[in-house]
């Protein structure tokens, strides 16, 4: 292909990749290290609100920006190095909290509560997704073909559903009086708090994840298993290979690529987790990076927004996340050079 | 909700613009964009707003997330704001909002001088509402068990032990105390009616203080006598609590009390009566604060947009709306008729001394996000009560550092 033809077919593509992608992440690396400010003033003001009757009339200090001849905010923008990184980390913290050897308080800094539940929320749900996936695959692949559709499209079914409405459905199933409580409340004849229990939400949460994205899992391995050598398989028959021993040494090793694709996916999806958080209303309890990333930016009533600590929060998410995909994108790598030679 | 609601008022406004003007004093000609929360009191003014033709009103519970940025457009994306003490300090500091008094002065005659917020001598909104939170009780249960209604908080607590032992609902006591914004204002309420004070000189957060000690031991006296799951519990969740006959008692907004005798949802119709909110301390304020909810006026617009938007604004906030709304919120609006359910706001609000209003400052911004995010590990046990108000002023240094307020 002409040099030409190419950049006319790549071209729009790599413009909205610098447009949407590089340059906000540009952008956020750069504010991760500023913080900009508002000048502010004090001043007397007298403030008079409604009561029932009569108003009352409240003379404060207040403190309050200054504005430019436009009527403009006033902001001052200063470089601060990692001070916005030190803010999330709270290593004084974790420091004191080490020196004095009460460890687990540790895990009630933010951050370090939201990555020790990220980490472990990702890494539980992969191999069950994975698992789970293969399972569901094997199985529909081993159905009669004339049920074949049908199953595929129930086990579909969850990956459709937007997740926001997954997550509240299984929430209802539980939290109050929802259906299964009820009934485990019946059947056990006690009283039972699920939201009451972050142990019990983090089940939940990860419960749902993976009812959510196994199906994901399930197309891919499906798609792989229509390509699995029959000629290979036929002869390990014939060498007397078990069925479990058919799945361990010609399946598996032939499904390893999608498998890798299907972790690298996952492990991205799920260390950047949000909305159980939200779905669950598990704040109290179990927080993730994502969401604490999204806690700083959201906008106070006062419409304080802390984005130079939101932008450090988000560029240590990402760090996470390459950190996680290391190994597996290592493997590949390898895999890719010896089939080159 | 938001889709019917904005194809609702598309649709009123249409049918408006047809010629259905017989219920606005005059015809509205320039297009007029409202932005503001979405309950019934609103939807209630800006209905009334659209009968004058020409008016588009957006009714959205995230307004605050978009109003500020919406405002400070040049021309602003929305003539009319509805906002509350709370939401109004990022329009009031930016300066997006223009004063209301020649307005006033030229269609406001039917305003009522208690519903005009001054700041330094100028309107700078009109208020049509207060709101509170206070108690509400199932006055049935209180009568057949022979029990005074309480005016403090340990009044509440000896009432809720009785209820808990004649076991007559699941929990006597409902609270919202979902973590973040709900739990971080029952404890403003707790620690205010303590005679609390969240900042003092430089903005200093004073909430590691006696106050807030005995704020933090109130509250987790009072989860005894609550659903477990209160982490959870918002104002829509405590409210049908009430109105399916699972809890007795709570400290609820007084904007919730129609839904209480709403017989589409309502299992307690008339059985549910209001007080003023308890006093934490003897002496004290109610352990409550005050709110006012109302319109402003964007800056950035012509001057014709915003005489069109304050006249249509006074067609929503008049006395035939109320009429026809009367229950939907305590209106400041002549021509309201306090209902049963009133009489515990009104209370509230002419006690003495009265309770606060809530501060609308940048420092209590970001005050309520500490709260919000620190004080819900002290009821998990995380933490003790002295460490999480270490933890709360901490993380309101940073903020505040972060923000400009403190060096």
């Not at chain 1, 260390?271 to 604490?292: D, N, P």
């Not at chain 1, 493997?331 to 080159?340: E, I, L, Q, Y």
């Not at chain 2, 406001?108 to 001598?121: D, E, R, V, Y």
Request: proline content about 4%; charged content about 15%; hydrophobic content about 50%.
């Amino acid at each position: 292909m002409k040099f030409r033809t190419l950049a006319w077919f790549v071209g729009p593509s790599v413009f909205m990749m610098v447009l949407f992608i590089a340059f906000p992440l540009a952008s956020v690396f750069l504010q991760s290290f500023q913080i900009t400010q508002p000048v502010v003033e004090t001043v007397e003001v007298e403030t008079c609100t409604p009561g029932f009757v009569g108003q009352t009339c409240v003379t404060e200090t207040k403190t309050t920006p200054v504005l430019d001849e436009f009527g403009n905010p006033q902001t001052t923008t200063e470089w601060v190095g990692l001070l916005s990184y030190a803010r999330v980390l709270q290593l004084d913290q974790v420091g004191a909290a080490i020196a004095s050897g009460t460890w687990s308080s540790i895990l009630a800094i933010d951050f370090w509560k939201a990555l020790r539940f990220t980490l472990t929320f990702t890494l539980v749900t992969l191999p069950l997704v994975i698992g789970l996936g293969l399972a569901i695959a094997l199985a529909v692949n081993n159905a009669a073909r004339s049920i074949r559709g049908q199953i595929i499209f129930v086990s579909l079914l969850p990956f459709i559903i937007t997740p926001v409405i997954g997550a509240l459905s299984i929430r209802w199933l539980f939290y109050g009086d929802g259906i299964v409580t009820a009934l485990l409340e019946d059947m056990l004849a006690t009283d039972i708090s699920v939201a009451a229990n972050g142990w019990a939400i983090e089940l939940l949460m990860m419960f749902y994840r993976v009812w959510h994205v196994a199906p994901f899992a399930f197309v891919i391995f499906y798609a792989g298993l229509q390509t699995v050598n029959q000629d290979t398989l036929e002869s390990a028959i014939i060498d007397g290979a078990s069925r479990f021993e058919r799945l361990r040494y010609v399946v598996v090793p032939h499904l390893m690529p999608l498998i890798i694709f299907v972790a690298l996916i996952h492990l991205m999806d799920a260390y950047r987790a949000f909305e159980e958080v939200v779905g669950f209303s598990s704040q109290a309890h179990r927080i993730t990076l994502q969401w604490l990333t999204y806690d700083l930016l959201e906008p106070d009533d006062a419409g304080n927004r802390a984005i130079s600590r939101a932008s450090a929060s988000a560029m240590l998410t990402m760090i996470g996340i390459v950190i996680l995909l290391i190994p597996l994108l290592r493997r590949t790598w390898r895999d890719h050079k010896g089939s080159a030679h | 909700m938001k889709l019917k609601t904005l194809l609702m008022a598309g649709a009123v406004s249409l049918l408006a613009t047809a010629g259905a003007q017989a219920d606005c004093a005059f015809e509205n000609e320039v297009t007029v964009k409202s932005l503001s929360a979405g309950f019934e009191a609103w939807k209630a003014v800006t209905d009334a707003m659209a009968e004058c033709g020409n008016v588009e009103a957006e009714l959205d519970q995230e307004f605050r997330t978009k109003q500020p940025a919406a405002f400070a457009a040049n021309p602003s994306l929305y003539h009319i704001g509805g906002v509350s003490n709370g939401t109004v300090t990022p329009l009031l500091n930016e300066g997006t909002i223009r004063p209301l008094d020649d307005l006033i002065a030229a269609h406001g005659q039917n305003l009522a001088p208690n519903q005009l917020i001054k700041i330094n001598g100028e309107t700078m909104a009109v208020a049509m509402m207060v709101n509170t939170q206070h108690l509400m009780y199932r006055e049935d249960i209180f009568d057949d068990l022979g029990l005074e209604v309480p005016s403090t908080w340990d009044g509440v607590l000896e009432a809720a032990a009785a209820i808990k032992e004649a076991g007559v609902v699941d929990y006597p006591l409902g609270a919202t105390m979902k973590s973040g914004w709900n739990l971080a204002q029952d404890f403003n309420n707790m620690f205010l009616g303590f005679g609390g004070q969240f900042t003092g000189a430089d903005s200093m957060p004073t909430v590691n203080t006696e106050a807030g000690m005995k704020a933090l031991d109130m509250m987790m006296r009072m989860t005894e006598y609550m659903d477990p799951e209160y982490l959870v519990s918002d104002s829509t969740y405590v409210q049908q609590q009430f109105q399916q006959g699972k809890i007795a008692m709570a400290n609820l907004w007084a904007s919730r009390g129609a839904a209480m005798d709403d017989e589409a949802e309502s299992q307690v119709v008339g059985k549910v009566n209001a007080a003023a909110a308890p006093l934490a301390m003897e002496g004290g304020a109610p352990a409550t604060t005050l709110w006012w909810d109302g319109i402003v006026i964007a800056k950035n617009i012509s001057d014709e947009e915003a005489e069109a938007a304050f006249r249509v604004a006074m067609e929503g906030l008049d006395t035939e709306m109320v009429t026809a709304n009367n229950d939907d919120a305590i209106w400041l609006i002549s021509g309201y008729e306090p209902n049963r359910l009133a009489q515990g706001a009104i209370a509230t609000a002419s006690a003495d001394p009265a309770p606060q209003s809530y501060p609308s400052t940048s420092q209590m911004g970001l005050m309520h996000t500490a709260l919000g995010n620190e004080l819900p590990a002290f009821f998990t046990g995380e933490r003790d009560a002295a460490a999480t108000l270490e933890a709360i002023e901490e993380a309101y240094i940073t903020a505040a550092k972060e923000a400009g307020l403190i060096e």
